[in-house]
Structures are given as C-alpha cells and as structure tokens.
C-alpha cells in the first residue's frame, strides 16, 4: 500500500513538471524575410504569411530535446531553384559555356528550434530537415495570445 501510495505521488509530480513546460497559446515569429509564421500551439498548427498577402497552413509536431530546447518540424517541403553553367574545352584548353543545367535541391522541412531559457523571450533558430546544421534565420517568438 505504501508502495503504491508513493507511485501515486510520483505520477502527480511527474504530470505537473510536465504540464508546466508545455507551451501554449499563439506565438508568431518575426522574421525580417519573406513571411512570418504564426503557431497555435494548442492545435499544434501553424500559418505561414508572406510579404505578397497569401498564405499557406499547415500542421507540425513538436519534439521536445529537453525542457530548455523544443523542435517545431513543420509538415511541409521546401525546394530551392538552382543552376549551373556547363562548360565546353576546346582543343586550344579555352572554355567555353555551352549552356545552363537547372535543378532542383530538396532542402526538407521547415524546422524552429526554440531555447525557452529565457521564459520572457523565447529564441528561435529556423532552419530546414535536410540542412540541419546551417541556420536560416533566428529571432524572438513573440506571445499574442
């Protein structure tokens, strides 16, 4: 009975640690770029708004690496237009451009790491599935609701 009156509490205590470090409510990025998101962390949802006026939505899961550091990867998947030049040599050692190769890089998902050490400014790193490493952009997640 002892044992199972200390489990009790264990759970207790375990479930209050967690449901004080889950985030909720709207946050919104402010990104100096092309679009600002805006994430409802309670329908774990997000909008991503450009500077043009159209938007897109879309769902995200949440990865939590430990209580300071969250991941919010984004469902969608972003590609990045690029091109080459192909060079000719002739017999002479000239090069010569013959023409333009365009491709397409599979960059991932969209991905915030969000630090929560400092509860009154959450900071945030955006970056992408593929490049994880490099960082895309960083900035403040600011509470609106």
Known sequence: MKNLLLLALFCFFMISCASKDKMTGTYKTNLNKDS???FDMDNQSYTSVYKSGSS???KFKVVRLSSERILLVCNDMILKNGHDYIKDINEKEDSSYIGVKHW?????STVFEINKKDTENLKYRKTYGNQIEKTEE???LIRIK
């Open 36 to 38: 600002d998101y805006i």
């Open 56 to 58: 897109t939505k879309g």
């Open 104 to 108: 397409y890089k599979n960059l991932g």
């Open 138 to 140: 960083t900035g403040i």
